[in-house]
């Protein structure tokens, strides 16, 4: 499938980016005149996945994330969110639902629930060492041709 357009973002891992970022993604996908609520399930996923890079992927430090959006022809959007940091142990283990290594700093565990919920398809890939990314794809519905 072809791309009809496509945008990359680069930004440091500090939480008042996490607005900037999916106010960006958003602001980006504006092109294809989302309804309300897809902008709003777009946005949620993003912040999940951005969050998690600056909580656990730069834990104690401060490190680079990594986003680039693709829009394809069939009205597909395709979010890629990746950054360099610490990387999952067990991939399959970490989406369960309500699974945190976190728990002392009272997170739930249910952000890839949430993507996984507002999403066609979450995919992760993730590295020791190395880092993770998060690919969020999600169909807009056809707009109705005005007669
Ligand atoms: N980018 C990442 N880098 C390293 N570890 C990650 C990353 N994203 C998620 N994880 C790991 O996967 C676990 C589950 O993530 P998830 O977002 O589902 O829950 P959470 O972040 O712990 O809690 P919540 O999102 O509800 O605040 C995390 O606790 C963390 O161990
Ligand atoms: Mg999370």
Redesign the pocket.
């Given at each position: 499938m072809k791309t009809q357009n496509e945008m990359k973002l680069t930004f440091q891992s500090l939480s008042v980016n996490e607005g900037f970022a999916r106010s960006a993604v958003a602001s980006f996908i504006s092109m294809l005149d989302p309804t309300v609520s897809e902008i709003a399930d777009i946005k949620t996923a993003v912040s999940?996945?951005v969050?998690?890079?600056i909580?656990?992927?730069y834990r104690d430090s401060v490190g680079v994330i990594y986003i680039h959006t693709k829009i394809l022809e069939d009205r597909r959007v395709l979010i890629k969110i990746r950054?360099r940091?610490?990387?999952?142990e067990d991939v399959e283990k970490?989406?369960e639902?309500l699974?945190?290594?976190?728990?002392e700093n009272e997170?739930?565990?249910?952000?890839?629930?949430?993507?996984q919920s507002f999403c066609d398809k979450v995919k992760?890939k993730?590295k020791l060492n190395k880092?993770?990314s998060?690919l969020l794809e999600k169909r807009l519905s056809q707009k109705e041709k005005i007669k």
């Open positions: 999940e996945a969050t998690n890079c909580v656990h992927a950054d940091g610490c990387g999952i970490a989406m639902p699974f945190t290594t976190q728990s997170r739930s565990g249910l952000g890839f629930s949430v993507m992760v993730s880092g993770t998060v």
